[in-house]
């Protein structure tokens, strides 16, 4: 059902657009909304069929090799945070929230926004000094 696809992409925009207070929103080449907070750039992805619905997510770290504290602190964040879920891949450190098509709404879709923002702020410094990491910062150009 292309159509629901469709549908949905401009229902994001539309939330989007209201919730950036911006008359549009510019996607990147991926197809990703990226947007800035603080020192944090995140994006919104739509998911596609049949998992209809968007992630919110984020770099928090990069450089960061796979180690038993590595896990052992992924697994504490995971067991704390109620919203978000935190991995590793490939010496990454991703912050990432999904919500199903039909939980999202203006505001769960600015609250997700926020929480994957504040996540990654919070651990990114975590990871970089403890871990020996690199912090990912904010592109200046994201909207």
Known sequence: MADQADW????VELSLQEIWESPQVIQDEDGDYPFT?????????????????V?????AA???KGSASVLRELNDLNAGARLCKVMWHDGVIRVELRL????VF?????????HVQGMTVDIGELFA????G???????EAS
């Open 8 to 11: 949905f992409r401009a229902f």
């Open 55 to 59: 992630c919110v997510w984020s770099y």
């Open 62 to 64: 990069y450089g960061v």
């Open 100 to 103: 199903p098509a039909d939980q």
């Open 129 to 132: 000094v403890v871990h020996g």
């Open 37 to 53: 907070g603080g020192s944090a750039t995140a994006y919104v992805s739509i998911d596609p069929e049949p998992n209809l619905g």
């Open 106 to 114: 203006v505001e769960s879709l600015e609250r997700a926004c926020g």
């Open 134 to 140: 690199e912090r990912v910062l904010a592109e200046p």
